[in-house]
């Protein structure tokens, strides 16, 4: 350990800037990812600066976060790093790690968007049924008599409800459409023309 300090202290400022945020960062980097692995990662560490949602770049992801500062940070440092060997202008060297680091937040934004379109709720809306044709699995008793039963498909799911119709009795096996819901579990069908 004592090999790698004198090593740190005898590079140059710049370079000690550069290797200190690399590590640095990449330890909280690595913490911030163990944490979220395990559940224990939380999303209220955004830094809002005005109390409102301006600063919110839509699906739950903030401009300014603790992520995209560590995400910043880790991207300089390596990108200090490793460009300094190719790189002789100080200035320069430090634009270019600034735009890695941007690059590193906006590749950070890139996939958590793209996670985003992932998730899904499954929870079943039966007013999502209104419109849909479905199949009648239990005949359907004429003019609101009584209730049989259809097989709903929506969203990768089967869902079994009571059914009534105003007009004819519907045969087990017939396609009907969903026009209405009735007190909020039974739906209300007929038949398609």
């Not at 990662?41 to 809002?48: A, N, R």
């Not at 969203?155 to 087990?172: H, K, R, W, Y």
Request: net charge negative.
């Amino acid at each position: 350990m004592q090999a790698y300090w004198e090593m740190f202290q005898s590079m140059d400022t710049w370079m000690q800037v550069f290797w200190g945020c690399a590590v640095v960062g990449s330890i909280i980097f690595i913490v911030q990812m163990v944490l979220t692995l395990v559940g224990m990662d939380s999303s209220d560490m955004d830094v809002d600066f005005d109390g409102a949602d301006t600063m919110d770049l839509g699906g739950g992801i903030s401009l300014f976060s603790i992520k995209n500062f560590v995400n910043f940070i880790v991207g300089f440092g390596w990108g200090g790093v490793c460009f300094a060997g190719i790189i002789e202008n100080k200035w320069l060297l430090t634009l270019v790690a600034m735009l890695v680091g941007v690059g590193f937040v906006l590749m950070f934004f890139f996939i958590k968007k793209q996670t985003k379109k992932l998730e899904h709720n499954g929870a079943f809306q039966i007013s999502d049924c209104i419109g849909k044709t479905v199949d009648v699995y239990l005949r359907i008793p004429a003019g609101k008599s009584g209730k049989g039963k259809v097989q709903v498909s929506l969203n990768g799911s089967v869902q079994e409800f009571d059914a009534m119709t105003e007009g004819e009795s519907i045969p087990s096996g017939q396609k009907v459409e969903v026009v209405s819901v009735i007190d909020g579990s039974s739906l209300l069908v007929k038949t398609k023309n």
